[in-house]
């Protein structure tokens, strides 16, 4: 079901001149949106939570590179055992490849930190203040006012916010929250190591959610590259049902299949692909095709899983 389709108009994430277009992708609703959304905000909250809870005397992760000691949720390692790491590390990633091999890319549409700060906060953000994809790319495209400007300005000062804060709580990992906290209220000059590392930090967070984002996935990462060797045709990954699909006609055309060209699961793709045209690198996972082809067909009175995990 995800083999390519022939004599189609491929949707690509590169322009011919090589550029890249800005995406706008459009919101969706859903049993799989809800159910990412509720276990995002769950993974942000224990994101977020882990410097705050104390477990014998120290957050429950605490990498404290100074006393070259970690405490990982009341267990503490010395220096000398961080030897042990090759066996988590290497555990993470045949763990990785395991899951892999039995769910696709689970993992990117699910529990990486990108896809999940970048589709269920700063996206949330945009689409509070910018509106829906219509309204955003309207937006861009028009011409320089004071209501653009201002709806700018107010957008990114919000990703510069999150985005430090984000980053405070990071460096929190390392060095306890009332460090942090002590930092933050000297002067930078008192710190100038840690100052200068929050305002790169930021700067990387700000420039990769604000403008850079689903090309951190398609370009950088090697998870999307590596998919093609861990998965086999019995790995469980989103596909469009070509057989029941095809050939694509609207509504009342005579022969025509059950996908009606309404062009819906490529309006709410966050990496710009067209899932009937197979599986392809720059699919995340996200099951935002889902839910919006299933919408469409609950309309029509069609049955769902046109497009599906399968």
Known sequence: ???????????????????????????????????????????????????????????????????????LFGLTLAAQDVWLMFFVITGLGFSLFFVTAL????????????????????????????????SRRLLDEAPASGGKLFKRVFKHSLYILVSAVIAHLFLAYFVSLPEVWVMVSAAPTAHWSAFAFMAVFTGILYFNFGWFREQLCIVICPYGRLQSALIDDNSLVIGYDMKRGEPRGKVGTEGAGACVACNRCVQVCPTGIDIRQGLQLECVGCTACIDACDDVMTRLHRPRGLIRYD
């Open 103 to 134: 769910f696709g890319r689970i993992w990117c549409g699910w529990a990486c930190p990108h896809t999940v700060f970048l589709d269920h906060v700063y996206r949330r953000i945009e689409r509070a203040i910018d509106g829906d994809a219509v």
């Open 1 to 71: 079901m995800a083999a390519p389709l022939p004599n189609r108009d491929f949707v690509t994430t590169i322009r011919d001149d090589g550029s890249r277009p800005f995406l706008f992708p459009a919101d969706t609703h859903g049993r799989f949106t809800t159910v990412r959304r509720i276990w995002s905000l769950l993974l942000i909250a224990f994101y977020l939570s882990l410097p705050w809870i104390q477990i014998n005397g120290y957050p429950a992760v605490f990498l404290d590179i100074a006393q070259r000691r970690f405490h």
